[in-house]
């Protein structure tokens, strides 16, 4: 079955990395991915900014020139970036912004509304938060309100599973990732989300899994093939998130 990996990072020290509370990545450039994703039938996928490249965008670009076009970007921006810069990201294949509520690295949630509505107009980009679901009722009528939307990892934790699950039933998009860095149910989590919308889960390798309690393993697709029929494993492993990145 064909994968479109819809959330991994690169990490090469060739470009500024920033220490992020007290942490420093390991070096995993496009050849490590490559190498480590082989026989795993990717197709196209989409290379996230992690917290400790914040503003950087040169990384990112190297990244999607030797990876090709099936590949795409998610990109953390200042708020002060021109019109001109972001259609130029877009030119170059960046296809959302990203908040990165959990690490820092990114513009924070009081520009989010403003911020993903004019990435939105400009381009059609969504934006994509790193958050806690146990915090989204704070912004829930926010992120209901806009256009596009997806939640990282599940959005995390157990006890906000209801709230992202609210959330799913107004279209925000969730991305099935991170099964070694949640704190829930992973397959309840998978199942709830898919019976409201079909279309909502996008998995993603989360590769290199920085600071994940266990990295991504071959089990964690397993578990979507095992866990629902052929034609919704191949939602979920490929044409939401092509359908949601390429649309």
């Given at each position: 079955m064909n994968i479109f990996d819809a959330h991994f990072h690169i990490i090469d020290f060739n470009y500024p990395i920033t220490e992020n509370q007290g942490y420093v990545p390991p070096?995993?450039?496009?050849?490590?991915?490559?190498?480590e994703t082989t026989?795993?039938?990717?197709?196209?996928g989409a290379i996230v900014s992690g917290s400790f490249q914040a503003f950087d965008q040169n990384?990112?670009?190297?990244?999607?020139?030797?990876?090709?076009?099936?590949?795409?970007?998610?990109t953390q921006l200042?708020?002060?970036?021109?019109?001109?810069?972001?259609?130029?990201?877009?030119?170059?294949?960046v296809r959302a912004l990203r908040f990165n509520v959990k690490r820092g690295g990114s513009e924070d949630l009081s520009k989010l509304d403003y911020f993903a509505r004019r990435v939105f107009d400009l381009t059609g980009w969504h934006s994509e938060l790193y958050i806690d679901a146990k915090d989204l009722p704070e912004i829930a009528s926010t992120i209901a309100s806009l256009p596009a939307i997806s939640i990282d990892h599940l959005g995390l934790s157990e006890?906000?599973?209801p709230h992202l699950l609210q959330l799913v039933e107004k279209g925000?998009?969730?991305?099935?990732?991170?099964?070694g860095r949640v704190s829930l149910d992973v397959e309840n989590a998978l199942t709830s989300i898919y019976a409201i919308n079909p279309n909502?889960?996008?998995?993603?390798?989360?590769?290199?899994?920085?600071?994940a309690k266990r990295p991504f393993?071959?089990?964690?697709?397993?578990?979507?093939?095992?866990?629902?029929?052929?034609?919704?494993?191949?939602r979920i492993l490929f044409k939401n998130a092509l359908n949601w990145y390429f649309k």
């Open positions: 070096s995993y450039i496009v050849e490590d991915y490559q190498k026989n795993y039938n990717i197709v196209g990384y990112l670009i190297n990244a999607l020139e030797k990876m090709g076009s099936a590949f795409c970007g998610v200042p708020f002060s970036v021109t019109d001109n810069d972001i259609l130029d990201l877009h030119e170059k294949g006890e906000g599973l925000v998009r969730v991305k099935a990732t991170g099964f909502a889960l996008m998995f993603g390798t989360d590769l290199p899994s920085t600071r393993a071959y089990s964690d697709i397993e578990c979507i093939q095992q866990l629902f029929d052929t034609a919704a494993a191949e």
